[in-house]
């Protein structure tokens, strides 16, 4: 959730700058092949409740969203290093 975060910051500069962006390695796919996951907390859960209700999530991060609601998993970005 805090990365579906981050990248929404992000992309809010390049939106300011009228221009188009994308995330970047961050669908379902994507989530599904990371080595590395962890348990969702309660406060993962509460910020993906606040993102799916305020934001206006790009599709690939809504299903990334979903996946990880679905799984109750966070993923550990760490493991494409």
């Given at each position: 959730?805090?990365?579906i975060?981050?990248?929404?910051?992000?992309?809010?500069?390049?939106?300011?700058?009228?221009l188009?962006?994308?995330?970047?390695?961050?669908?379902?796919?994507?989530?599904?092949?990371?080595?590395?996951?962890?348990?969702?907390?309660?406060?993962?859960?509460?910020?993906?409740?606040?993102?799916?209700?305020?934001c206006?999530?790009?599709?690939?991060?809504?299903?990334?969203?979903?996946t990880?609601?679905?799984?109750?998993?966070?993923?550990?970005?760490?493991?494409?290093?």
């Amino acid at each position: 959730p805090d990365g579906i975060a981050i990248a929404l910051q992000a992309g809010q500069l390049w939106t300011a700058a009228g221009l188009v962006w994308q995330p970047w390695r961050m669908d379902p796919a994507d989530f599904d092949s990371l080595p590395a996951k962890r348990p969702l907390s309660g406060r993962d859960l509460a910020l993906l409740d606040r993102l799916e209700e305020t934001c206006a999530l790009p599709p690939s991060l809504m299903a990334l969203a979903g996946t990880l609601r679905i799984q109750q998993l966070k993923g550990e970005q760490e493991g494409y290093l």
